[in-house]
């Protein structure tokens, strides 16, 4: 194994990529498979939350498949996210030859260490494709299965080609590096540089406070948008920053919207505790709307044309301990997609009345406070 040190990718626009958009589970999972069933020279897939299940299943067969046929296959797992992932089935993976590498093992000696977990979501198949966006290999993404979850989560993936491609192995090959010690090749990437669409992309990756780009490009597109800032994003704990970005926009004029969890979630206190930011955001012209039909988990954004879809959810959380992965689009099919994406989730949502949230009874507003206050605390850990 290889321990020349890698040095942390940084990735600028490419021109020529083809960027198409699934919504739910049982548009993209298929694809992804197939992409895997189709693979000729590598398979490289880096997942945060990663459970025993049905659809975990499909992809260890599919996998399995691959690495049967001479295909090199490199599974990279965040330890904490994928501990429902049973010792079977990881020895399946092992028989087949599937390399695993697991993201920071939880241990106790480690402390607040222990936090940092990687937060990706991507796909890269023989450096010709790929898919990134804030899926999980869990049943809960999928209803197309015959054990439906109760409140399957509504989420995106993108399949990207093109140039940027590229760019996603690169990262990939950094991160493998620091888990495993292992440099792996950089492989055949010409074929990837070759242009198959009109798509600007842009892949943006944060690594904690170390680097806040996806942050750093999220208030820069808001303070520049010039007709509309649209935000899905499942947990919404943001910093002053965009708050304050956030209203400045409203008040210049803009079109800004934010779409959040509903109260079918799986982190009720983030609930709570982001209902303190909503009278400012509220006054400021902002308007609120609360997913209803299911578990939101979208991470998406929409300033004016360019798109920004991928893992990370805009709270202090994610943003000070995560690895992250977003690409930004330029293409006017796929952001008048995307538009159409958010016009549908507006539909399905409860739009938040200013006049009607001041006044909500006292024993919520304590609620909220609380919660706010212990997320406050934690959020000082380091």
């Not at 690169?170 to 292992?182: D, K, N, Y």
């Not at 070759?194 to 490009?217: C, E």
């Not at 209203?247 to 779409?259: E, K, P």
């Not at 609120?288 to 709270?315: T, W």
């Amino acid at each position: 194994m290889s321990r020349i040190r890698a040095r942390r990718p940084r990735f600028g626009w490419r021109d020529g990529n083809s960027v198409e958009l699934f919504v739910d589970g049982e548009h993209f999972f298929p694809q992804m498979i197939y992409a895997i069933q189709a693979a000729q020279q590598s398979v490289m897939l880096e997942m945060y939350l990663c459970s025993s299940g049905i659809v975990m299943d499909r992809f260890i067969a599919a996998l399995t498949e691959a690495a049967g046929r001479g295909v090199k296959v490199y599974l990279l797992l965040d330890d904490y996210g994928s501990r429902g992932l049973m010792e079977e089935d990881r020895q399946r993976l092992r028989d087949a030859g599937i390399q695993i590498g697991f993201y920071n093992p939880v241990a106790f000696y480690k402390w607040s260490r222990n936090f940092a977990r990687d937060h990706r979501k991507l796909l890269v198949v023989d450096r010709r494709c790929a898919f990134i966006g804030g899926a999980g290999l869990t049943d809960d993404y999928d209803i197309d299965q015959p054990r439906k979850p109760e409140t399957p989560w509504h989420e995106l993936m993108c399949r990207v080609q093109g140039p940027v491609v590229a760019d996603m192995a690169s990262l990939f090959r950094h991160l493998w590096w620091r888990v495993t010690a292992e440099q792996l090749a950089g492989g055949s990437e010409q074929t990837a540089q070759s242009q198959v669409g009109a798509a600007q992309v842009r892949l943006l990756s944060t690594a904690g406070l170390a680097n806040q780009s996806i942050k750093i490009s999220t208030l820069r597109c808001t303070s520049r948008a010039k007709e509309r800032v649209w935000i899905c994003t499942a947990y919404f704990l943001p910093s002053f920053s965009l708050r304050r970005a956030l209203r400045r926009a409203a008040r210049q004029g803009l079109d800004v919207r934010l779409l959040v969890a509903g109260p079918l979630t799986d982190h009720r206190w983030i609930y709570y505790a982001s209902k303190r930011f909503y009278r400012r955001l509220l006054n400021a012209g902002v308007r609120i709307y609360e997913y209803q039909p299911r578990m939101l988990h979208a991470k998406v954004a929409l300033f004016d044309e360019r798109v920004s879809v991928g893992s990370c959810n805009l709270d202090h959380w994610n943003l000070r301990w995560n690895l992250e992965a977003n690409i930004e689009v330029c293409e006017p099919g796929f952001t008048r997609e995307v538009e159409q994406l958010f016009e549908t989730d507006f539909g399905d949502s409860v739009e938040v009345d200013a006049v009607e949230w001041e006044r909500r009874p006292w024993y919520r507003k304590v609620r909220e406070t609380v919660w706010a206050l212990i997320c406050q605390w934690i959020l000082r850990i380091r």
